[in-house]
């Protein structure tokens, strides 16, 4: 077998390759050495002018690719830290949602990349597209709803009202459309905490005498002392979503495809109940 033939018969393997890869990179790396193989066909062939131009061409684009590999070869989520949820476990990231967008992400062959940030920051991110997906036990308000691409709800919720008895002074960590124009229209501007864990510290340290919480973040905070507490729980029914930037149509209907996918197969069932049952 001469090399000429060797290369003919590499050529089809490294195609299959190639466009068999999940991976962004491992495509365009087998693209590469595609582009390689074939200028040796052409120069083995008698046509090196030919072969110069397959190198010139295969390295620009291949470097093209790597260029843009390096922003979207990865899922960006960003969001607050929320218990069972999206939570560290040591060094790692676990919950519910985390597994959720994990199997998303391997989907699409990206690598999950997970950002902690304050609640309120979530839509500056994603509107701006320096983030993918927003996460962290959303429930979306109106603006959002309109701002931002709103994937189906994934797990019921309620919203709970918390207040310290006799007192009447600072309202923070709301979410949910509802509770938030209410809050709003009484009190002005919602006094936002940046995370999670600065409305923990802030009732235990007697500082927030109100806040409107959902689902999973009353049952964390159930387990400080609210004795002194008045809790209502809202009537109206919510779910917990994803939100997703407004350029990332795609994204949004795959995800959605996705978690419609896990509810029919029961798999999202058995998620929930390893986190919340």
């Given amino acids: ?50 072969a110069l ?25 960003v969001g607050d830290e929320t218990p069972y949820l999206l939570y560290r ?7 519910l949602e985390h597994e959720i967008l994990r199997g998303f992400a391997g989907e699409l062959g990206l690598d999950l990349e997970i950002l902690f940030i304050p609640r309120q920051q979530v839509p500056k991110w994603l509107v701006s597209e320096d983030a993918d997906i927003g996460a962290g036990g959303i429930v979306p308000t109106t603006r959002e709803k309109s701002n931002l691409l709103i994937s189906d709800g994934y797990l019921k919720t309620r919203l709970f009202h918390i207040s310290r008895r006799s007192t009447n002074k600072r309202v923070a ?9 209410e809050i709003e229209k009484k009190n002005g501007i919602a006094d936002h905490h940046e995370y999670f864990s600065d409305l ?6 007697g500082k927030i005498t109100k806040c409107s919480v959902d689902l999973v973040r009353f049952i964390a905070l159930k387990r400080q002392v609210l004795t002194n507490y008045n809790i209502e729980r ?23 495809t996705y978690i419609a996918r896990l509810r029919s197969s029961g798999e999202l069932e058995s998620i929930i109940e390893r986190y919340l049952k």
């Fill in 173 to 181: 960590g709301i979410t949910g459309s509802r509770a938030l124009k």
């Fill in 200 to 205: 923990c510290a802030g009732i235990d340290e």
């Fill in 89 to 95: 476990q040591g060094e790692d990231i676990v919950g």
């Fill in 1 to 50: 077998m001469t090399t000429l033939q060797g290369l003919l018969l590499l050529l089809p393997v490294i195609a299959i390759f190639a466009l068999t890869r999940r991976r962004p990179l491992g495509a365009i790396l087998g693209m590469g050495v595609f582009s390689i193989l074939l200028a040796g066909v052409y120069l083995l062939s008698h046509a090196p002018d030919v």
């Fill in 53 to 77: 131009v397959e190198v010139a061409v295969g390295t620009a684009f291949l470097t093209f690719y790597i260029l843009a590999v390096r922003k979207k070869g990865k899922l960006m989520v």
């Fill in 234 to 256: 809202d009537p109206e029914d919510l779910s917990y979503v994803f939100a997703v930037s407004p350029g990332e149509k795609e994204i949004y209907e795959g995800l959605n």
